[in-house]
């Protein structure tokens, strides 16, 4: 391959397939024929050489059409001049725009003319060390001469391919063809010998004449150089002597391990090999002493070493250079390693938390100079920090320890969020104190039903579902507003739930004539709901409203039940009440495995985004979507954080709110009831001033007064009579290591393809959905949430062409055959499957 053949395919095509759009910056024109020759029916070439105003126009044109029918598909942009290396220069520059959707060139000191001739003949490295010398800007001609004529004819005939970056890549990760010919013909070994020395300075030590003992001496030497190259100290004394590459082989070592490392067909073996090496060289306990080992993450101990590093600067609060450490090792290939993810995904929620914490705390003054400006605030941006650390607490119950290398990393982040919430909290309690619940001009989750469901019934023959879910927080109904808008006319919308924050009131309040009817009245110690003076006892008493109200025009359901039903609803019925306990009764119900259970959150907004489906096609016009409370995860809390009862006569209503007489103190606050919504028989409400609870070890609490238990959301949905187009099933590809059929570990990466760019819409992002099901249908296994995987739905977005490595949760009590499978989350459609295996060592 020529020089000008290897960087327009393998720099120039190879980026624009990934990127789209590159910007080629060329101040010698030494790129301008092939960056001209590119132009096809599937590339726009826009050459600035002549005019940039011309040049400016063409490729914002070509921009805009990319992804059309019958339009270019990707866009290069040739640009004679130096590429802008500030801030400064990128916005005087009119095709940085093209750079930040896309590419460019040169990207590093990899691109510089001298680094792609190495790269494109990789076994004349030496040769074009002496060339460059002499020349520094040799002729496309000259770098084309280098060599002479085709070597290695026994290799090349063996093999099937060409260059001697091919042929090296062959003797380290052969294809059973390959390994097949190479057992079979003779007279390739000495060639073997002359080509590694030529290209990578590597005097086979080996006296074998197999492929076997050259390639485990191959491995090692490779391996070995690209980690003392990446090294930015010397290496250790007990490695001194090991064999490896000379400075100029560099750029081939490092282009053949990213392309061992990156390609899906050898990155299994690229990771066995790695970890073989590793132990023969006993690199780990060689390099305890280092604390930088670079940047290329060749060996699994240096993806572990990063870790440590990444903790270490949490822990002293160096919140820069962990986020440094995550960045640069996000792509590692020890990250595809289910166990490694964990731990990174753990690391890198935290960090995520412990950024939005300072970011909010630092806003928070600004933001809470009343109840509604605090309310107004949570809702815009402060619900974001609980919402990182739900999915942080999610991290911690997927993470397995093997030791306790990350406890106090937990610790810390969970200790950084508690000191903002306590933060919150005081000036919460203190407004609400002043103020009263709720505040004026806030919906009261009391007058919902009245002032918007109430209002869409006045309509004739309008069909209305009204979705009662248990425990909805704002942050999950702002995630599960932002999925059904991507489909839907959805809007979300701050309500106040009713005090005390507890199930049989919240749910009652969403009945109609709650703002005005609803009671919270004596029952003996404790405390019974009337509206209207009729007892609200439980679910058949608050669906009895309804009935009596609407009549045939009325239906009430489980959510789930609706779901699986077959038999249509009633063309009558106008009023649809579909209820859902899941998310409360997940967490409630489980109170020492509440953080493991957090991975069923996702379960939930997924059953309701399936209900809101299929009413859709059973003809409705609108949802509303609504709950009683919110909720609190306490897993930051210390075991000494329990609140003091205050003095008086208290009927305890839930873990966070009292109800009877009495005074408030340093610990609790002691409210009138009317003032804040509460009418009935008893004269004031308390509460914890804290996050903390009546009772001690909860992990999951709700009742009380604070933004996370009584700002809830109310989402509607007007509904779109219209077919939306569906992900063709063959355009799904689910692989697991090349073709293998049993799994050895409880956390399997699989690779997930959507192929093709012309299935619906050039641009589109697709939702899927994992799982691994029995042959019994049941739910063995589903994607772990973090990294590619959504945290709260479980689904990952993937656009055409586009490909992702997917981490499996299987059950622990599962084993034996199972089938993966790739689901539409909504309609629960399959895409594709994969049939595997449990291999698990014992």
Known sequence: MSIAAFIREDIFRDRLKKASALVVYDPDRRYRDICSAMEDDATAVVDASESSIEAREAAMLAFASLGRPNHPQFLLVYVPTTPPLTDEARQTDPFAVYVACGAQFPSGDGDGFESLCRKAKPDHATELLRLFAENPSPSFALIDNIGGGLSWPTLRTCLNVESAREIILALLAPTPRQAEQLKTQEGWVPEAKALLDRSLGLKLMTRGKTLTPIADELWRFLLFSEFAFSLPTGLPAALSNVPRAPDVARPTIEMLCDKLRGDPATRSEYITRAEVVEGELRLAESCTALVDLGNRGTFPFEERTSLAAAVKALLTEDIDGARVVVARHGGSVWVGKGESQAQWGLVEAGLHLVEASEDADRQIVENSRGLDALIGFYAASLREVDRLQREFEQAVGDYVPVDTSLSDAVDYCRRRYARLVEKVQSLFTRHFEATGWPPPGRLSNADVFDTIVAPMLQESGRRVAFIMVDALRYELGVTLHRQLAETEQAEIRVACAQLPSVTPVGMASLLPSAGGGLRVMRDGDGFCVTLDGVRMAGVPSRMQVLRARFGDRFAETQLDTFIRAKEKVSDAVELLVLRTLD????????????????????????????????????????????????????????????????????????????????????????????????????????????????????????????????????????????????????????????????????????????????????????????EAHNKKGETVGEAKRGGAVDVATGTVTVKPGGKVQVTVKMSMEFEGRFTLKALNPVTMAQYASLDLETDYAV
């Open 583 to 770: 998310i409360d009764g997940h967490l409630e119900n489980n109170p020492s495995g509440t953080l493991t259970t957090l991975n069923l959150i996702h379960q939930s907004l997924k059953a309701i985004r399936r209900a809101v489906h299929k009413l859709k096609q059973a003809g409705f016009a609108d949802v509303v979507i609504a709950t009683d409370h919110g909720f609190v995860l306490n897993a930051h809390a210390e075991a000494g954080d329990v609140c003091g009862k205050p003095a008086g006569g208290w009927a305890v209503v839930h873990d966070r709110a009292l109800l009877g007489e009495g005074e408030g103190d340093s610990g609790n606050f002691v409210v009138a009831a009317e003032k804040v919504g509460v009418r009935g028989d008893f004269p004031k409400l308390g509460g914890p001033r804290s996050m903390a609870p009546y009772r001690r070890g909860l992990l999951y609490f709700h009742g009380g007064a604070s933004l996370q238990e009584a700002v809830v959301p109310v989402i509607t949905v007007r509904l779109k009579q219209v077919r939306q187009p569906e992900l063709a099933a063959a355009t799904v590809a689910l692989s697991y290591k090349n073709g293998a059929k049993r799994v050895t570990t409880r956390l399997p990466v699989v690779d997930l393809a959507v192929e093709g760019e012309n299935m619906f819409s050039l641009g589109e992002a697709f939702e899927i959905l994992l």
